[in-house]
């Protein structure tokens, strides 16, 4: 069965500092990963992707994610936070032929002045 | 991407009572899925939308306690059946995009339900 881990329940960063969410996953195939933010209040909006090819994938808002399969991670990075950043940010790990995602605990993104 | 509308936005209903949740999508999707999102935890699948059929249902989740129907290709609604506290959650549904081998889901606002 496949799992994620998101080891952060809870991050606070300075706004303008760098970010770095991690992400572990346990699949037997070769995953998809998807990174998606939950803003209060709101649904979730689909920040990136890895499906296949290039393990460097960029995003929307300036986030980019590194799949490495000798570590079965894919940690989401930001060179520099904004407040509008503070979110929850969900992994997720789905398959080919197997579109039910199975989504981590999440992470808490609070951002300070 | 997809435009997702669901209603009601947010409920508080009576245990013992139900709440159908409407979903609707701007464009035809292949496959529509619900998810709970209970209070300060991750989302769990419910169930699989099937149009023209029943739907397929998670480990944990039956049809008498959340039926689901999916009449066409754009709209799903959910039905929370006979409430307790426990089912206070957002529920959300998504749909599926797909291109060859890949997907991506899109997720509607989600409904905010408080069972009292």
């Known amino acids: 069965a496949q799992s994620v881990t998101q080891p952060d329940i809870h991050l606070t960063v300075s706004e303008g500092a760098s970010l770095e969410l991690r992400c572990n996953y346990s699949y037997g195939a070769t995953p998809y990963l998807f990174w998606y933010v939950q803003s209060p209040g709101q649904g979730l909006q689909l920040l990136l992707k890895y499906f296949s090819g290039d393990t460097l994938v960029q995003g929307i808002k300036g986030f980019e994610a590194e799949f490495k399969r000798s570590q079965s991670s894919f940690n989401l990075r930001k060179p520099s936070v904004h407040w509008s950043d503070a979110a929850e940010y969900f992994c997720?790990?789905?398959?080919?032929?197997?579109?039910?995602?199975?989504f981590g605990t999440g992470t808490r993104l609070t951002i300070i002045p | 991407s997809a435009v997702i509308s669901q209603k009601p936005s947010r409920d508080i209903c009576q245990r013992g009572t139900s709440l159908t949740i409407q979903c609707q999508v701007d464009s035809q999707v292949t496959m529509m899925f619900w998810y709970r999102q209970q209070p300060g935890q991750s989302l769990t699948l419910i169930a699989t939308?099937?149009?023209?059929?029943?739907?397929?249902?998670e480990s944990g989740f039956v049809i008498d306690k959340f039926p689901i129907s999916r009449p066409n290709l754009t709209f799903s609604t959910l039905t929370v059946s006979n409430m307790s506290p426990e089912d206070s959650s957002i529920y959300l549904c998504s749909v599926l995009r797909a291109s060859g081998t890949r997907y991506e889901q899109y997720f509607g606002p989600g409904t905010r339900l408080t069972v009292t």
């Open positions: 997720a790990v789905g398959a080919r032929g197997n579109e039910k995602l199975t």
């Open positions: 939308a099937n149009q023209g059929s029943e739907a397929t249902y």
